[in-house]
């Protein structure tokens, strides 16, 4: 970590310190979000209500406009009312919760008027040219790209963002896991992700239906998930060249990438055990391999490098990702496990993190 | 158990036999089921291709029409096609599981064509003027009452039946539980329910969300549940004065019945607690209650008394009611505890526990 | 709430102010835990961390005492290592998580090394005659009895004892929702509650094998939960004298009480529905005990009265308790709901909410 | 399916066929269990009262030797008591559900008596060098191997065989599920696999307390779960040769396998998602797959080929093994899903249909 935001995180890395920084006394900033009413937006009321340095001034929500926040949503108390979108205006932070495709012009619109902006969509997360292979036509290209809002990884492009691009929580948990490998050269990965029903939105459906979920365990979208184009696109090379895994493969594309998601009966959280072959041989000793983690994330508070699988009640309910590198001995293929609570970390969590380094705060504040 | 029926269960009592009892190796009887869509008609179809002396020939939908059985319901592995209502016709037996107010004109339809009905549905359980209070008026009053299939209290009468009105899931728990204690005259019954996710329909709606449900415990339709006068219907005393509660009560109407459902993050069972004052004192003792209980329940297949408090893992996918009655001594209060599947006991199977009286087959035959 | 403690909370009243109160910049008081592995020990220790008034020095463990806090519990972030109970000295409050039994001897010791006490366990909640009854022969009944902790009832012992009897999940939840019905003449109460795994202890056994929890829900300890005389002490009517219930009850001893409670598939909460019947004739209306309950509690933070019935989920991972009264008004019963989370409202988080009252700290310091 | 039991299965491979066999009026065996308590022994106790052509004479348990079956097994309606394991004996066909290390000597027992044996352990399904690396010394070398029990690739082995290993659930699921691809040359597999917490056993520990499982998903046993060697010796080449994958792999021991098994919350069922590449190109398409898939499993009963990802509740309490393979475009990899019922397929239902195949009794008899 450097530059200014490090600063103020300079006597926090210490594991002693849960204790929080100690706040301005009086709000900093103003903030608002639109689209409150769903799972990522109730939860981003509840942070920013607790956060001391920002004030929480609007919230809108189509369908429930007028109507009490309080009401709806009993965990967010609050004496505000949910006005309309538009209304969503002079604040300093805005935080966008619309569906992809809905987003863009609310977002281009708060950036008109002035506000930052940190968008959960997907819109602002590829290039023009991926969000028309995935998504359709982009209503307002001339926004993109954002800065892609993986905190730990861009953390000095945010700090003076306009328009940051939250990560979606599976590519989050994907790209915290391989970032430490892409210098060895990634070959070969399969990302075996998890997720919690919550993952999938509040709307009923029959794929949401308690007895569709519980006691069961389903692949889905084998072929069309959406992360995928974004996993793909933090994984690609870039400068470093890899070695092609099989002679059918063009050498410049990155790692031959399958990614299969699968939903689980759990509310919140995201798992996923990733399998990956590097470029470099010979594979790295289980030390070596662990020393490799802890160095790449040394000094950061939100990722943990741990000795043995991790569970997502060690990070359900907070902003942390939880990371176990092993070596697979047998075949000297890697197996990364990676767990972090979707809503939070995936969402939520890391929207508030992002603002929290664009208005200069410690990038804990306001978090657990 | 008396009459005919009781023949054919002679040899079954002991429970040394849980072996099937030797079938027809001919089907004796076809059998359709209309609205096969849904929970309670998918699981009659398992059950009935399963039963040795019946044939489901025809099973409708009106959604899924014209469409492969299996491909919607892959646990019903047979080669049927969805077929429309009005061409479940010609056989001897229908099972009619479509909502309350569709079921009583298809009801109509296939007692006209000389089937006999068992109906999953409200539309035969109550009195022309408590259907009305409840639900509204009757679409076809001349077939009410249909004969309400409780079969352990009503045995004879459904043996003989043209329309079984097949019980509620609740009221079949609360009735099997609380008639041991009638002629001792109910004075005081709270019912406190408990029921799996799929007691409300396979319908995707905000309740049912998977996030909404899992993790939690709530109370609902406190006042306006519809179960509530298909159980206080069964509680009436009828012949048997009961002594009054308070100075404040009629002295004939049965027992101060209050039945507050809850809905917990399971799928299938119904757990109930009674809390129940009787108007004979003193109380009984604990082994008085048992025996009480057993004694009443003697040579029943289908209702066991245990000596402890039932677990829904004990009659989940069986056709079982375990009850366990105990005596609060401190307050002269029983409690009995009574759990049941809520889609086998308390819908489907008792509906074919219902056929297999009315064909005069094994009363257990198909069922576990 | 009146007195000194007042003062600090008259800002907060209203809803608008989730936001933190402003914290001392340095620790008031440092704090230590005896039993930090259990889950309530691990839960505090969670919560003493991040509050911003306290520093956590100490947190022993029998098993444990040597290792590292944080590889055994990953969520309390801490670079602790557990000590021995009796290293546990020195702190301005002591938060006591041992069982029943062990608890009062630590206790002991640590009040006459001058700490001030908050004893999680039920050794000083009952006097010595009931813990005789219930529990055995008393360590230090010269100790007796605690200053029961149940904070919105008993907010000014609170702020000057030296030891809390931090009360039980169960009792927290019934008799927060009984005590406003209390000046009516509480004449027969029956307390069925639900409570999750957490209540029965990190030990593994055959109740808590997943196995066992799992789709179940099953009643216990139907006459022997400790929980019922801390319940009955706290329904008792001190000096306000009640109707009888029936002829053989005698006039003075409180309601005539069932409890019972019961096990459901979720990790943290308790749903208490309580069904009682109150003296004064007649009984409220609707709107009338809304409006007892809401006056009862009126400036309270951790208790809300809502409109319908409360879901676990708008309470769990805080230290609020929610309670909804209901007039069934068939028979004139009074249905009161109560929720919390048992670890939180019902252990930590009011272990919390009093050394705050003792310490003269800001109620809510450090809670959600 | 060829040979006698073919004969029995002619009329049944129509999947209009879930009526049940016409059984044999009379028992043709006497069957027995050693070591009934446990999650297997009961089950098999379930259906095996059920089999119409079997008598279960014998069920052993060295904890509850004495004891009532039923008292403990509720679901074991059964009027058998627990008797010694030395007491199971004189019967025509034992299944022993001891665990590994001490199945041996009892099934050796059991075979020096006349009794064919199917035994549920780890004990008879490796070769003595695999079972010395994974286990330790075999207590009877000599009756290794056993027949492998993989119904549906062993059967003609089976139909003649005195001592059966029953395979494990893990290895049920990935051998099935891989069988079809095995001519074209397995290059590198990953067998990602999801458990239920039944698998783990009844013995309550740390691992299966309910707070420890719900709502989470962890790896374990990444290097050590003993079912890799079971899972590597079906997958071993044999005969057929297969290209290296790489320059330091030697060419003959089959495919490099990595097998990490997760535990998730759910009580039943397994779904393994694996991740192939084989070594025929160019890969074939995805109805090629299909087609691949269903030739092979022609005729099978209880192999399901799906056209789409399968759920556990298709096949949880069945003896069904559902696959779905998918071809992954993008990188030539072959993704197949397996689900089945650990308890079922898993374990004591594919015990139940070796011992019909044992018999020559109809294959599904006694068998949803």
Known sequence: MTGPVCA???????????????????????????????????LLAELLLR?????????????????????????????????????????????????????????????????RVVDLSADFRLTAAEYAEWYGEHACPELLPGVYGLTELHREEIASATLVANPGCYPTAALLALAPLKRRGLLDVVVHATSGVSGAGKTPTGTTHFCSVDSDYVAYGLATHRHYPEIAAGLAP??????????????????????????????????????????????????????????????????????????????VGTNFCRIYPHLDARTGRIVVISVLDNLMKGASGQAVQNMNVMLGLPEHEGLI
């Open 8 to 42: 103020n995180l300079g006597c926090d890395t210490g594991i002693t310190g849960s204790r929080p920084a100690a706040p301005s006394t009086v709000p900093v900033a103003t903030v608002g979000i639109v689209g409150g009413a769903g799972f990522t937006g109730a």
């Open 51 to 115: 956060h001391p340095s920002v004030e929480l001034t609007h919230m809108s929500s189509r369908q429930l406009a007028g109507e009490s926040v309080r009401q709806h949503l009993p965990r967010v108390r609050t004496s505000l009312a949910f006005c309309h979108d538009a209304e969503v205006s002079d604040v300093d932070v805005a935080f966008v919760c619309a569906p992809h495709g809905q987003a863009a012009p609310v977002v281009k619109r708060l950036c008109d008027r002035g506000a």
């Open 238 to 315: 870039q400068n470093a060249p890899v070695v092609p895994f099989a002679a059918d493969q063009s050498a410049t594309a990155g790692p031959q990438l399958t990614f299969v998601p699968h939903l689980a009966p759990f509310q919140r959280g995201i798992s996923e055990t990733i399998y990956v072959r590097v470029g470099t041989l010979p594979p790295p000793t289980q030390q070596q391999l662990l020393d490799l983690y802890r160095e790449f994330y040394d000094g950061e508070r939100f990722v943990e490098i741990g000795h043995e699988p991790p569970k997502l009640r060690d990070v």
